[in-house]
Structure formats: structure tokens, C-alpha cells
């Protein structure tokens, strides 16, 4: 951790990654090598005439038998309408109720140590193990993403999770939402058009305000040294320039190279305050007037300026700037935070302050006011709890409060967030819910609508995550943070001490470090694509018709499958070549309510419909083959392919055979030529 003290700019080292091998893959159970054996077909239909098992007269059997055999044709008859014609007619394919497939696994589902050198965020294989369904479209096992802090680093870990089902072997959704609403957006980021000209060079600590539509961007350093370059930025001609002074109207010369300055923009002029010039703090206040092209020191006619310093933050509201914190370097006891205690170490901030006063080093938690009607300086006298002293935080204006986040206090770097109102000088912590950002500094901060918006800092490497934080409207309602997830593969780089600004619908960022090197991108974030995002809530399409399988609302039909009712409607069972034939030709089942199904089980029957209801299915490994020979007896093509990739992640030597007489029977080809 950087001392409070250090003058050159924070050199973050990222630490070596390590997590606890005990939670990848927590509550995943290494599943048993085991043989599946595939339900058996209708035993009744199978034995001998002449058996009687259930002690009927032979001639009510014989009725029975006729029976049966009357629908087996319809069947047959069903099944041939349904197919589409092909070449020659496949041999009528037996029912595979004695198949066993020998299912292998591979050892990343091991709970054990022995499996646990997968690096962080690795991708997962295509094997699965029984009771991981997968989905539809052929991709691996879902996988979760879990945050896991090391140290001050913060990671995701990618964690393989099983998924709860029925005892009919089926995952239901309870109404699920089908997608990310962020899924079908446009990219929210973006790299800025620009039309040439002269554009200032890669830096950090550098600050910028906006004016008239103009970018204009001061000092910072470069990795060499701290400049004092003025550049502006056209958003009308999206070009850049450098700002000069005008010499014919006798302008100073402009303030010192420095960094770590504030900069803002009132009237028609661009102001610069504080900042560290390579060998001390300084207190020079500088102003550039736009009418003039001119530089000027500011006139100050009263009052105490805040003391020399660097890393402070500062915002504009009405006819004053305002100035919070920062670091000077000064010896000096903090007074106003009571018994606020460290929740780290339990001590509290006298002992925290006067162990800083030891270390002759101090952040700041004072406010100053620049009153530019009356030019004089205040020291501004605040009721309720101040924050922590900090620096490298940031404020932004919202009402008529200044917002307060983030920084770094000598120790640690802080995620709480302050509120202090104009009207009535207090300070107050700001309630805020959802999942807060981590902790950190040298971020930046810029309201748009009513919401603060954080994006990158340092929280002991680079960031680059982008956090919304909706602020209250009323006094009943409370702040919500929640992280901004954009889809695209344009995300910006990792970064500290940058610099950005709003500016018609969009947040535009320039520059800052990444812990190798300095940046000279110019990136927007689009907030009318981001907002628009979430306009439109995620379909739930997909899961309502998931929980209309065997409903017997608005139900048109019932199957009697293995001697239980299974409710269903015609009009989604259409899609289905077998069903269509079934309702729609002549068959007596077309004006039956109740049509019994004989040879597919109530648990793979219910599969079925689920995919002819959805299109989507989860296909668990050990029911594969039992749904791939009911696809295939239904006609549903792509339900077949499904189940027949679904296969060749379970082949291996042993189940090969088995696999080739199924694919061959079924006219599976590519199942067929895999298990050759």
C-alpha cells in the first residue's frame, strides 16, 4: 500500500491470483462411473398371445390383443404420414430396452485437490457428468460466476453448479427469466470519432472540464514528466487542438507543470487549483479566459485559501466552487470524527489520526468555498459526522448536494459514500442498497439523470468496471447501487487517474494508467443505449410455456401414458409432424380427448413435450437414449440431433457397439460414423 506521502504517482503491482481450492466447484459431487441402463418398452405388448397373465378369460385377451394391435398400426401408419420421403425405407427399428451406456467423466467435477489447478475463470469442457444437464444448443454445463476478493484484488471465479430436478429426471423453472436483457443490446462503449488534428499525449493525473460543447484537458503526467499542455476537444468538429494564449493580449504564462491539480469550468472561463508541480504541493489558483485567451492567476480579495495540496476533489454548484480533502502533508490532529471506529483493526480515529501524525503524514477531510460573486475564500463549517480525512476521491452535485465517494485515507481504500446538503451545511452518510463497488481511489465519478456513475480506480490493480448508483428522489425512497453490465466486446482498458466528463447522452473518458503504462484513448459511454437496455424487461416466453407442460389449464387433450394423465394443447403440439397427422388426418384419436400413449415412458413423454413447447430442453446423459428413440418415433428431427450429441459425449470403447446398432437402426449418420 502506498504511503499518503508519496509524490509520484501510485505504481501498482498486481499480486499472484490464489484461491482457496476447497470452493471450485463447491457442492459438486464427483458422480460414480456407473452403466444407465434405458427404461424397457411396454412389457404387455411384447409377450406371447397366448400368456395370461392377469387371469382374464382368453376371449376378453384376445379382444385386448386386437386392440392393441389395431393401434400399433395406427401408429405405424402415423409415423410414415409424419416422415418426410427419403431414398430407401429403414428397417423397422426394435426397442433398445437392454442398451447400457458406459458414462465417463472427467475429473473437474472432483471436489478433490487432485482436480483443482484449472486456472481462474477457465472455460469448462464439453464432458458432463450425470445429473449436470446440459443445454440444447450443445455449449457446456451452465456455469455460475461468483466475485472472490484476494486481498485487494477482486476476480471472478467460474464455478460448475448442478441444477435441482424432479424425480422424473426434468428441470421446470419456476417462470424464469429467459434472457439477460442486456444480451440483445447494442455495445454501450465506444471508441470516439474523431477528425484528426492535434490530440494531447498519453497521460495520467491530469484533469479536464467541459465548456461551450469543448473538451479542454490540463496537465498530468506522462510517464516522464509532469506537463502544463492545454488541449481542447470540438464534440461540433471532433477535433482536437491545443489551446494557446493570445499574444497580443499580454497573458501570463500559464500555471506550472503539475498533476494531481482539479480543474472545472464557471462563466466563460477554465479554472486550475492545487495540485503537485514534482517538488512540493501547491495552492495557486489559475484562471483561462475564453474572451480574452488569456491566463490569469485568480484575484482573491478576502479570506483563508485552503492550504497547499494535491489530490483533492472539487465541484461547482450555483456561484461557488467547493473544495473537500486531499493531502498537504501537514501535521495536524482530525477533530471532527468522534468515536467513528476503524471496522478493520477496532481503533479509532484519534488513534487512527494521531498514528498518521506520527508518521508526520495526514489526508484531509476539510471543505473550502470559492465564492466567485464576492472572490473570497471560506473555510466552510459543517454540522453532523464528516467523513474519514481522504484523498484521490470524488464529488459530484446532485440537487443541492455535493456527493461524496470512494478515496483512499492513508490505509486503506474506502467504498462509503457521503452526503452533504448546501442548504443546511451537514454532513450524513449516504443508505444506500443493492451491491455496492469495491473499494478504491482515483476513480471518476459524473452524474447523468439521476444517477452517479463510477468507472475505473485503483483498488490495488487497475479496474475498469462501471457502477450506477440511483440516487433518491424522495425522502422515502433509498440510493441503489447496482454494477452496469454492457454487452459488446469493445470494453474499455483497465484504469486509474483518468479523467471524463458528460456531455449529450454520454460519459467521455480520456486517458490514465493502467499500472504499465499511460493512455491516450478517448472512449465513450453511451447512456441512451445503456438506459434503453433496460427498457424492456427479459423474456419470459420461454419459461411460461415450460410450465404450461401437463397443465390442465385451457388443456384440449389428454395422454394416458403408463396409466397417468398427461394434459396437454394441440395447438402447440402442431409443430410436431406426428401430432399434426394425428389431429388433422382420419384417425379416430382425431376426435378423442383422451389418446393413450404405449410405447414411450411418462417421464421421456414429458421431455418431449417440453421441447415442443419451448424448443429448448436440458438433456440429462442417462435418459439420452431413451429420448433419442422417442424423437425418432415422434419425427422431431432436431430433438433427434440433440439427443444424438447429447450421446457422443458419453461413447467410449465399451458402449461403442451399442451406440453404432442404435445409430444404425435410427438412421442416425453422424452418430453412426462417430461410433465406428
Not at 455460475?144 to 422424473?168: M, W
Not at 506537463?227 to 500555471?255: D, I, M, Y
Not at 476533489?313 to 473544495?323: G, K, L
Amino acid at each position: 500500500m502506498n504511503p499518503p506521502n508519496q509524490e509520484e504517482e501510485e505504481v501498482v503491482v498486481e499480486e499472484p491470483l490464489t484461491m482457496d481450492n476447497s470452493n471450485t466447484g463447491e457442492g459438486v459431487q464427483q458422480p460414480p462411473v456407473v452403466a444407465v441402463a434405458t427404461a424397457a418398452s411396454a412389457a404387455a405388448a411384447a409377450r406371447p398371445p397366448e400368456q395370461n397373465l392377469t387371469g382374464q378369460p382368453q376371449q376378453q385377451q384376445q379382444q385386448q390383443q386386437s386392440s392393441i394391435h389395431d393401434h400399433q398400426m395406427r401408429q405405424a401408419m402415423l409415423r410414415q404420414q409424419a416422415r418426410p420421403p427419403v431414398g430407401h425405407a429403414a428397417a423397422a427399428a426394435p426397442r433398445l430396452s437392454n442398451l447400457s451406456l458406459a458414462i465417463a467423466y472427467p475429473n473437474r467435477y472432483n471436489n478433490n485437490n487432485n482436480n483443482n489447478n484449472r486456472s481462474i475463470g477457465e472455460t469448462s469442457s464439453s464432458w458432463v457428468a450425470v445429473g449436470n444437464p446440459t443445454i440444447e444448443r450443445g455449449g457446456p454445463v451452465p456455469e455460475r460466476h461468483f466475485p472472490a476478493t484476494v486481498g485487494t484484488t477482486t476476480t471472478t471465479t467460474t464455478t460448475t453448479t448442478t441444477d435441482d430436478r424432479n424425480p422424473a429426471g426434468l428441470y421446470y423453472p419456476q417462470h424464469e427469466a429467459d434472457d439477460d436483457p442486456q444480451i440483445h443490446t447494442p455495445a454501450s462503449w465506444s471508441i470516439v470519432d474523431t477528425n484528426g488534428g492535434i490530440p494531447p499525449s498519453a497521460r495520467s493525473l491530469h484533469a479536464a472540464a467541459i465548456l461551450n460543447n469543448v473538451l479542454y484537458v490540463f496537465g498530468g503526467y506522462d510517464g516522464y514528466s509532469r506537463v502544463n499542455t492545454f488541449h481542447a476537444f470540438s464534440f461540433a468538429e471532433k477535433r482536437w487542438s491545443p489551446v494557446l494564449p493570445s499574444s497580443a493580449a499580454n497573458s501570463s504564462p500559464p500555471p506550472s507543470p503539475r498533476d494531481r491539480h482539479v480543474a472545472f469550468s464557471f462563466g466563460n472561463s477554465f479554472y486550475v487549483h492545487g495540485g503537485f508541480d514534482g517538488t512540493s504541493r501547491v495552492s495557486d489558483f489559475w484562471r483561462f479566459d475564453f474572451s480574452s485567451m488569456t491566463w490569469r492567476e485568480v484575484v482573491v480579495l478576502g479570506g483563508r485559501p485552503p492550504s497547499p495540496r494535491h489530490s483533492h476533489a472539487a465541484v461547482v454548484h450555483n456561484h461557488s466552487f467547493y473544495c473537500f480533502g486531499g493531502y498537504d502533508g501537514s501535521y495536524k490532529y482530525v477533530e471532527n470524527d468522534d468515536d467513528d471506529t476503524d471496522p478493520k483493526g477496532g481503533r479509532t480515529n484519534l488513534q487512527l489520526s494521531l498514528s498518521l501524525c506520527l508518521a508526520h503524514k495526514l489526508t484531509l477531510s476539510d471543505l473550502h468555498e470559492f465564492n466567485f460573486e464576492t472572490s473570497q475564500w471560506n473555510t466552510v463549517t459543517t454540522a453532523g459526522r464528516r467523513p474519514r480525512p481522504r484523498y484521490r476521491a470524488t464529488t459530484v452535485v446532485y440537487k443541492n448536494q455535493i456527493i461524496l465517494y470512494g478515496g483512499h485515507d492513508g490505509t486503506r481504500h474506502l467504498s462509503d459514500t457521503h452526503v452533504f446538503d448546501l442548504d443546511t451545511n451537514t454532513w450524513s452518510a449516504l443508505v444506500c442498497e443493492g451491491l455496492e463497488p469495491a473499494p478504491r481511489d482515483s476513480h471518476i465519478a459524473v452524474m447523468h439523470a439521476n444517477s452517479m456513475y463510477v468507472f475505473g480506480g485503483s483498488s490495488g490493480s487497475a479496474m475498469n468496471d462501471l457502477h450506477e448508483l440511483q440516487l433518491p428522489e424522495t425522502e422515502s425512497s433509498v440510493a441503489k447501487w447496482r454494477p452496469v453490465k454492457t454487452a459488446g466486446t469493445d470494453q474499455p482498458s483497465h484504469r486509474f487517474c483518468h479523467v471524463a466528463v458528460v456531455h449529450n447522452e454520454a460519459m467521455f473518458v480520456f486517458g490514465g494508467y493502467d499500472g504499465a503504462e499511460r493512455l491516450s484513448d478517448f472512449i465513450r459511454f453511451d447512456f441512451a443505449v445503456y438506459e434503453l437496455s433496460f427498457e424492456v424487461p427479459p423474456s419470459t416466453l420461454v419459461s411460461e410455456f415450460r410450465a404450461m407442460v401437463d397443465d390442465e389449464t385451457l388443456s384440449d387433450v389428454t395422454f394416458i401414458v403408463e396409466g397417468t394423465p398427461v394434459y396437454a394443447h394441440k395447438l402447440l403440439l402442431m409443430r410436431c409432424s406426428y401430432f399434426r397427422c394425428l389431429f388433422l388426418g382420419d384417425m379416430k384419436e382425431s376426435t378423442m380427448a383422451t389418446v393413450r400413449i404405449e410405447q414411450v415412458s411418462h417421464p421421456i413423454f414429458l421431455q418431449v413435450l417440453e421441447y415442443l413447447y419451448t424448443d429448448q430442453l436440458r438433456i440429462p446423459v442417462e435418459s439420452a437414449m431413451e429420448l433419442f428413440e422417442a424423437a425418432d418415433l415422434f419425427c422431431i428431427p432436431r430433438l433427434k440431433q440433440m439427443c444424438e450429441r447429447r450421446i457422443l459425449q458419453s461413447i467410449r470403447v465399451e458402449n461403442a457397439a451399442a451406440i453404432f446398432h442404435a445409430a444404425d437402426m435410427h438412421s442416425a449418420l453422424a452418430l453412426r460414423q462417430k461410433a465406428k
